[in-house]
């Protein structure tokens, strides 16, 4: 009924840049706090920065200065522009958001989750 769709991963070497893409269709009412996370192997998932439906941003301390969560409302799409990107950012990124949906019955709110899109950093 809803769906997140990523783009934008990709291999990059140490110091370049990438921008992930995350778009929702579906059923939508509308959209509460979008993000993204990220998971490296052997690591738990991590919040990488999210974004409220008015634009307020949070950044994990690893990334802040290097990237930036931004969102098109029109477009129900989240983005993040990564620059500076190090090895250590290196991890399956996955998009996040809180929706409020409607099932065919009701309405209802929850999490969803895009498909994950890797991201590579040579040094």
């Known amino acids: 009924q809803v769906y997140l769709v990523e783009t934008g991963g990709g291999f990059v070497q140490a110091g370049g840049s990438l921008r992930l893409s995350c778009a929702a269709s579906?059923?939508?009412?509308?959209?509460?706090?979008m993000g993204w996370y990220r998971q490296a192997p052997g690591k738990q998932r991590e919040l990488v920065t999210s974004i409220s439906s008015g634009g307020s941003t949070n950044y994990a301390d690893s990334v802040k200065g290097r990237f930036t969560i931004s969102r098109d409302n029109a477009k129900n799409t989240v983005y993040l522009q990564m620059n500076s990107l190090k090895p250590e950012d290196t991890a399956v990124y996955y998009c996040?958001?809180?929706?409020?949906?409607?099932?065919?019955?009701?309405?209802?709110?929850?999490?969803?989750w895009g498909q994950g899109t890797q991201v590579t950093v040579s040094s």
């Open positions: 579906g059923r939508i009412f509308s959209i509460n706090d």
């Open positions: 996040n958001a809180n929706i409020n949906f409607y099932n065919g019955i009701v309405y209802s709110a929850r999490d969803f």
